[in-house]
């Protein structure tokens, strides 16, 4: 099973920043937050990963709470490309596989 | 450089018939991931290859489902026979595994299987 949980769907407005939340109460100390975006009918893709300091890169930002119990993917100005539906997965870096729960489905309107 | 390769892209086939997916990973990298992704779900992975070792196959249903990876590069998945059950996307990905290092895992197109 996940380890995380998201809300199954999200709207936001073309050109507003996308806040899409994750809950992973159950994280461990050597787990690391990852989210991955798949496009219709795509492969998933890597959009940013994090231990417990903000990350930020080309793509989004991600913001882990310090106890580290939930996070929030970031896409600061959302495009109609970027709707999607994100995956929020916890993995630590030792052979742990990727668990792909549902994720949350993210319509970005015009 | 060129991502992971699947073929076919869609494959309809009747029950009890047998089908194969090829999956050409990224070059150099050691790892190779085949998952399964049902209409609605996230993908579930069924088979986990480091070079042409199996790491993980617990989550594949052996009985009707083989995979393999001949020299460690490309790899073939197989289900004989098909059941309703195994129409879905069956994705490929591949990685450049490094124990303690972070894991990017890149996907190919995937492969969609209809069983009528």
């Known amino acids: 099973d996940a380890k995380t949980t998201q809300p199954p769907s999200m709207d936001c407005a073309e050109g507003r920043a996308a806040n899409l939340p994750c809950n992973h109460s159950?994280?461990?100390?050597?787990?690391?937050v990852y989210w991955y975006r798949q496009i219709h009918s795509q492969g998933p893709q890597y959009i940013i990963h994090g231990l417990k300091n903000n990350e930020t890169n080309e793509m989004a930002s991600l913001i882990i709470t310090e106890d580290r119990k939930s996070s929030t993917l970031i896409l600061p100005h959302a495009t109609l490309r970027d709707t999607a539906v994100y995956y929020c997965?916890?993995?630590?870096?030792?052979?742990?596989?990727?668990?792909f729960g549902p994720g949350t489905r993210l319509s970005v309107l015009p | 450089e060129a991502g992971v390769a699947q073929s076919p892209r869609y494959k309809i086939i009747e029950k009890r018939q047998s089908v194969a997916f090829w999956c050409n990973p990224i070059s150099g990298h050691a790892t190779l991931y085949w998952y399964q992704q049902i209409l609605g779900q996230g993908p579930k992975l069924l088979i986990q290859?480091?070079?042409?070792?199996?790491?993980?196959d617990s989550q594949l249903p052996k009985d009707r489902f083989s995979a393999e990876r001949l020299k460690g590069v490309d790899s073939t998945l197989k289900i004989q026979p098909a059941k309703l059950e195994d129409s879905a996307v069956y994705l490929c990905a591949s990685s450049f595994e490094l124990a303690g290092g972070y894991n990017e895992q890149f996907f190919g197109p995937g492969t969609r299987l209809t069983v009528l």
């Open positions: 997965i916890v993995r630590d870096n030792y052979g742990q596989n990727f668990v």
């Open positions: 290859f480091q070079n042409n070792g199996v790491v993980d």
């Open positions: 159950t994280i461990s100390g050597n787990e690391y």
